[in-house]
């Protein structure tokens, strides 16, 4: 394995400077050719280098991108090395991976033009320790996507930080056998979004002052339709932040003050989280037909809208509902609980496939926690608490297990030249 070091020379340079004149040494920073030097090294990567990047801010004017598998590149810690993006004229991403392989950890990425972290189509990705973040709070013009894993496999999420993205800060799409764990998302549209993916784990994280905390959909005219997901363990609390992404995204649907979202997808289970203070509900659960998205390409016919075989269980709720976003959602909360009252726990828009032969499509079971049944396919026009019909149980849903090599953290390099 070879270990590649960036920027050597000219930080011992700076820090031979600082020691003569008995200053505190200030974090190493980057030659006026350090971009150069990072975009021929990711050119030239193979398999097995290990990138180390100094700390520091790094600018960037254009994007990088690696095409090679089996790399790793390293910082020094998110809060020390920062790749920054700030005065990019060139490409959309911030960093671009179309490998396999692939470990990033331990550096931030900052206001990249587009998706800060885009990995398409590999195998084996681990993502550790990476704070990507737009520094100017929510707004429409910031990248869609922080951290963005798409028609991905073996993907590790791990002990990051996604800020003000104007979809989704940690995004995982049209992906198989995934773990989102211990991180942090506030700030962005939706704080974590698992769509059209197969087999993900979600736990250990905090979402706050997003639209949206933890969001798990299907939507149509993808290759793949997702299903088999856990979300448990989070904190989820105060998602509030008004929703600011761009007209016509399927996020813009999402009412500000949402918890977790699950829309169209099937075999969710959501249960032993901390989910409180998020005004529209601290859960949804809803059909493709309350989204609003339309899309010029239609619905394909085999896009199932119903979210089936749901289980929601012995979660944790406080507060929230008291301030739904939207008039028909106030209307609502109006009408049946009055000026000071509230939206109960759990909002399902009621839509079940009449077509689809036995078995449960919505448990919910929190205790004293009550749900909502909207009644959507009546034009929402008889609403009613149905806590005791919808309290069942489905079996539990399976542990997402990684291969060691993706699960493992990763291996210390040969000592560098």
Known sequence: MKRIVLGVAVTMGLAALAACQQQQ????????????????????AKPGDVIDIPAGRHAFDRSLTL?????????????KTILSFK?????AEGLLVNAGDF??????????????????????????????????????????????????????????????????????????????????AERNVAGIEIENTIGAD?????????????????????????????????KVFENNTDNFAA???????????????????????????????????????????????????????SFDPYPEEIAIHGNRFKGGGDKPDGF??????????????????????????????????VCIDNGQAQTLNADGPNKYKNPSVVTDKVRCTLPPLPVVTLPAKAAATTAKAAPSA
Do not use: C
């Open 25 to 44: 040494p200030a974090a190493p920073a980057a030659s006026p050719d350090f971009q150069k030097v990072l975009i021929e090294r990711l050119l030239d």
């Open 67 to 79: 095409r090679v598998s089996g790399v790793t590149i390293r910082g020094q810690g998110m809060d």
């Open 87 to 91: 005065d990019q004229k060139a490409g």
């Open 103 to 184: 470990t990033l950890e331990n550096l931030a990425i900052e206001d990249s033009k587009g998706d800060g972290l885009k990995i398409n189509e590999g195998d084996n990705i681990t993502i550790r320790g990476v704070r990507v973040e737009w520094t100017g709070g929510p707004k429409t013009t910031n990248g869609a996507y922080g951290i963005y894993p798409v028609q991905t496999t073996n993907v590790l999420i791990e002990d990051s930080v996604a800020i003000g993205a104007s979809d989704a800060g940690i995004y995982v799409g049209q992906s198989k056998n995934v773990v989102v764990r211990r991180n942090r």
């Open 202 to 234: 979600v736990y250990e994280n905090i979402a706050t002052q997003n639209t949206g905390g933890i969001l798990v959909f299907n939507m149509p005219n993808l290759p793949q339709p997702g299903h088999t997901t856990r979300v448990y363990n989070n």
């Open 247 to 301: 007209k016509g995204a399927a996020v813009a649907s999402v009412p500000a003050g949402s918890g977790v979202v699950i829309n169209s997808n099937d075999k969710v289970e959501i249960f032993d989280n901390d989910i409180a203070d998020n005004q529209t509900a601290n859960v949804i659960v809803s059909s493709y037909f309350s989204t609003g998205y339309m899309t010029d390409k239609g619905v394909a016919k």
């Open 328 to 361: 028909d959602l106030k209307a609502l909360k109006v009408a049946m609980f009055g000026l000071n009252g509230r939206l109960p726990d759990v909002l399902w828009d009621g839509y079940v496939n009449a077509q689809r032969a036995g078995g449960s499509q």
